[in-house]
């Protein structure tokens, strides 16, 4: 398992490479520039001075490669327009970003994979058609309209929770924004795992387990969950990694202080180091949730071996 | 008798309520919010000239000038008195002796001098550079070659004298958060763009970043009995559907509203008291390059002009959320001329201008634009089938709102459509076209006129204020006629105001930058 692991870790150094390439390269290409944008009517040679300053006036592999010997210290630079550290920037809106994506995920597994259970057990019956129902409107909904339709419901009609806001990070806060964004993936959680039990459940050993005379909540215990558990853990795995990138439209719209919120800013105002550090923490929190889950793997079916 | 009686009575009550009423009640919690799109850029309003930051920014800071909506001017703010001398170049600053910081320290002349300084600083490009610029001897600061600006000088601890490079109202150039005085200890530290400090009526408490501010009540803030309210909140909340329902849920005090909510509330009897609105001082244009043949003559810009059917995209696209454009200068600046017409909807006018003109068959331009709802594609896609009905062909290249300001102050583009700042200072707003004005600066379509550039330096010299003001007329109306840009419109800033919100001033800069102090909420308001 050590060995797995640190193969592993050390797979992910190229992919993280290639992101901080490709951000860096793309934002060295696309037009605008952060110098532009911080007045309206500066002498062109104040803002040569400011390039200078910004070290925007050196060539882009100059550029990268001081970046990259920054990044080998921890350092993600400052940033362009607010110049804090990027780290300090980004210290200050992780944990909000993580409240929204493991109350997103918690909603979703607690809900989508029940619901997938049901409606395989019962196939073709109501219960079943009313999950994927349930299911495919989930997973077709615009997540701006979603919550929209949620504020105006539970804050406005109802008044039992606020429609926007962080407040002091509580429960009553996180609530809409979790559901909002935790819809898509149980939805995809559901029929994942009605898909993979349906299957498993026709699979031989099931049907000679049946045969040897074992209750049907123990071939269901013992073979069916543990055998669809390793493909819904692959879903949650992504969506986990997916959630990352969704949150920036929940953020923006219940003015939620997470990370999708400052990149989407960095992006706009052309703050590269921000654009950057942004990046990096969501591809790093995606290698870290899809390492996990290859882990699990393992402990929930010991036949898979990583040695 | 008894009629009379309960007549009297009735409106005796009536007058009595509406007296309680507008007394001011102190505490409570005044809750703004940032429309603008983002995350507050940065607690140093020194380096952002966004909008959306000197909304919190009007509460935490003081300038030398305040802007006073009433008055539709800037007024004396963090000093007493103002001197003029010198030809009207040199402004002795009379300074409050009693305007303490959120440290509890007292500003001095040396904090004024070192926020202009530090503001000069040219590796920093800080935006208000724009503005203390005027002070003599400031450029050289930019540029590096001195340490401070030779045109400030401290007479004693309250009293400075300021030496301008034109004959201008400082008050103009020294009333924006941008021109914030900080303290001078305080600021060169790490830490202060944590906690900022400043001479506001509300003290910093949080930052949440791309949620919230809060700041609360300044009890050393030298207005007597201000500010009411103890606390402020300004939410940062970019989405307007979220807004609504915010606001209709009483959760916040004021929304920013866009086209269709404009609609939407004015329907409502409910919503439709809330409405306050104002024509800010930002003119809405296509502008055009004068380098692109077509443009160069006078006669196309006018045919353009007379070829849109501008009333229309105003009341069916904007839904009646602007004000028609007549010229540069706003509906809300002191030199706006009331009897100037706009140009009218003629496309048989457009046509004959543009066979005079050479282009009997039209021709064709890239015209560049933003997506803004207001300004942006919308417009843009709806003005194409006017222009193409008298023979001009304009094709759309869409680029950010970032791109755009960029394009626009580097000349690299045939037309574009945009929203500029045209006040308050009306002179300000006419420099633009001087031929002396850098394209970089705001001379985007880089227009030239001599006679135009006789007229501003006319103004620029008159010692008196009415034939200044004249002059500037004089200017104004010669834009019309050379049309540098389609005239479009100018802005109608509309907000809604919850009922329980008193005191909001109709701030023709810009409607969310409110004066907090002056704010006060009663006793019906949700928040506590």
Redesign the interface.
Known sequence: MLSFLIRRLLQTVPTVLAVVLLVFVLFSVVPGSIVSTMSDDSDPQVELRMKKQLGLDQPVYMRFGAYVARLATGDLGASFRTREPVTTMIAKRVWPTLQLIFASMAFAILLGVPLGFVAALRPGSLVDTASMVLAVSGLSLAKFWLGLLLMYLFALRLGWLPSFGYGDGGLKYLILPAVTLGVSPMALLARTTRAAVLEIMTADFVRTARSKGMSETRVVKWHVMRNALVLILTTMGLQFGALMGQAVVVEKLFSWPGIGSLLVDSVLQRDIPAVQGSILVVVLFFLAINLLIDVLYGVIDPRIRYA | MFRTIAIVAGLGLALAATAEAQTPRKGGTIRMTAPY???F????IH???RAQDEIYAKALHRSLYIWNSAEGKPVLELAKDDVVSGGGLVHTFKLRDDAYFHNGRKMTADDVIWSYNRIMD??????G??YVRVIEGA?AV???QAKEISGLKKIDDFTIEMKLTEKVDPGFYFFTALTSIYPADEAAKESF??KPIGLGPFKFVEH?????IVLERWDRFYKPGKPYADKVIV?????A??RD??F??K?IDTSVLGPAQYVAYQSDAALKGTIVEVAEVFTRYMGMNTSFKPFADKRVRQAINYAIDTDLIINKLVKGKAYRATSWLPLTSPLYDKTMKPYAYDPAKAKQLLTEAGYPGGFEFEWTTSQNESWGLPIVSAVIPMLDKVGIKAKVKQ?????L??VV?SGDYQAFIYSQQTGPDPQAALKCFHSATPQ???NYMNFKNADFDKLMDEAGQADDVAKRGQLLQKANALLYDEAPVWFFNYNKAVMAVQPWLKGVQLNATELTHQNVEDLWVDETSPAK
């Open positions: 799109g983002s995350s850029t940065s607690l140093d380096t952002t000239q040219g590796t920093k490009a800080y935006p550079a724009r450029s930019e540029k590096g763009i944590q949440v970043p791309g949620s919230r939410s940062v909340m970019g989405e559907a979220a329902v915010a209709r849920n959760e680029v950010e709102t970032a791109v300001a960029e102050r970089s600066a705001c």
